[in-house]
Nanobody, 124 residues
Framework: VQLLASGGGLVQAGGSLRLSCAAS????????LAWFRQALGKEREFVSA????????YYADSVKGRFTVSRDNAKNAVYLQMNSLNAEDTAVYYC??????????????????WGQGTLVTVSS
């Protein structure tokens, strides 16, 4: 599976961005996709996931209520809408995929395929 993440950029605190992750496989609904992020000098951390087929969504506590993950089956893409951004959200954001759902969906090593990352910088 090849993933292409895009949509990062520079935004002021309180602003919004929407990240996109385009997948090379079809149908995307058969795959579980997740977003992770890695800030400079920190470990990669889970942000959000959307389960294959059911479309159930999951969020890290730090982004719950501010970020929304969604899937467009027709466009074979997954999105991460990020609102009320703050400086702590500054990081490189990665999308990841696996074909079968894993109960430990927040663990990065449980994903098989990764996109190249897109940088989000929030200025305060």
């Amino acid at each position: 599976v090849q993933l292409l993440a895009s949509g990062g950029g520079l935004v002021q605190a309180g602003g919004s961005l929407r990240l996109s992750c385009a997948a090379s496989v079809r149908p995307i609904r058969a795959y579980s996709l997740a977003w992770f992020r890695q800030a400079l000098g920190k470990e990669r951390e889970f942000v959000s996931a959307i389960r294959g087929n059911s479309g159930m969504t999951y969020y890290a506590d730090s982004v719950k209520g501010r970020f929304t993950v969604s899937r467009d089956n027709a466009k074979n893409a997954v999105y991460l809408q990020m609102n009320s951004l703050n400086a702590e959200d500054t990081a490189v954001y990665y999308c990841a995929a696996r074909q079968n759902w894993h109960v430990n969906y927040a663990v990065a090593t449980n994903y098989i395929s990764w996109g190249q990352g897109t940088l989000v910088t929030v200025s305060s």
